[in-house]
Each structure stands twice: as structure tokens, then as C-alpha cells.
């Protein structure tokens, strides 16, 4: 079974950081372009970091630019979303999403693949 599963979201205080987890079953996430998107209460989807497959290249949308990272090991077949200095902004279900064709953060609500989600709550 193809799967995405996530973890490492939690409730953290202003200025905290979080590191999130995808772990893929079934694939092996090098073949796929791997991303993160988040959903906050009555707010639109927004993609937050996506990393190539073809280049190892990285992107990031402007409201989290300079405090998350996204890299991947493969050999633990896992993406990591590393989140420094957090906001109550950043308050959301963070989805890990993962697509052979499409790459870029404006493209991420379009991948194919989605793993169930994993809450991020940032205190102020």
C-alpha cells in the first residue's frame, strides 16, 4: 500500500521550533517530489516547502522563507520539515505530499499523494 504518514506535531510556545516527519510505505520518496502544505481553520491551503527530486533543489513560501528547512534521508525514506523561531501564524494541519511530475509550493495542493495530517499549534 502506497502511504504517507506523518508525525512530530505538537503544541509548542512562540519562537519554539518543531521538527515534522513523513515516512513513505510502499515508494521510495527519491522518485517523488515531496512537499509540505498546511491548512489553518477557514484559511486556504498554503504550500510551505517542497525539495526536487531530479535536483535536490529546495522551495519555500515567503511566510516561512529563513525558518524551515526540508531535506530528506534516504535511507530512513523519510522527509523532515525542520521549523525554527514559530509563530501563532503558523498554527495548522501540516500535510506531507508527494508527486513524480509537479514541484514547486504553488503546485503542491495538486500533488497526488497526502499523508492524513499533523497538527502544529503555536502558542503565543
Known amino acids: 500500500e502506497v502511504q504517507l504518514v506523518e508525525s512530530g506535531g505538537g503544541l509548542v510556545q512562540t519562537g519554539g521550533s518543531l521538527r515534522l516527519s513523513c515516512t513513505a510505505s510502499?515508494?521510495?520518496?527519491?522518485?517523488?517530489?515531496i512537499g509540505w502544505i498546511r491548512q489553518a481553520p477557514g484559511k486556504d491551503r498554503e504550500g510551505v516547502a517542497c525539495?526536487?527530486?531530479?535536483?535536490?533543489?529546495?522551495y519555500y513560501g515567503p511566510s516561512v522563507q529563513g525558518r524551515f528547512t526540508i531535506s530528506w534521508d534516504n535511507v530512513k525514506n523519510t522527509v523532515y520539515l525542520h521549523m525554527i523561531n514559530l509563530k501563532p501564524e503558523d498554527t495548522a494541519v501540516y500535510y506531507c505530499?508527494?508527486?513524480?511530475?509537479?514541484?514547486?509550493?504553488?503546485?503542491?495542493?495538486?500533488?497526488?499523494?497526502w499523508g492524513q495530517g499533523t497538527q502544529v499549534t503555536v502558542s503565543s
Open positions: 505530499v508527494a508527486d513524480r511530475i509537479r514541484v514547486g509550493v504553488y503546485m503542491l495542493p495538486y500533488y497526488n499523494l
Open positions: 510502499g515508494f521510495a520518496l527519491d522518485d517523488y517530489n
Open positions: 525539495i526536487s527530486s531530479s535536483d535536490g533543489n529546495t
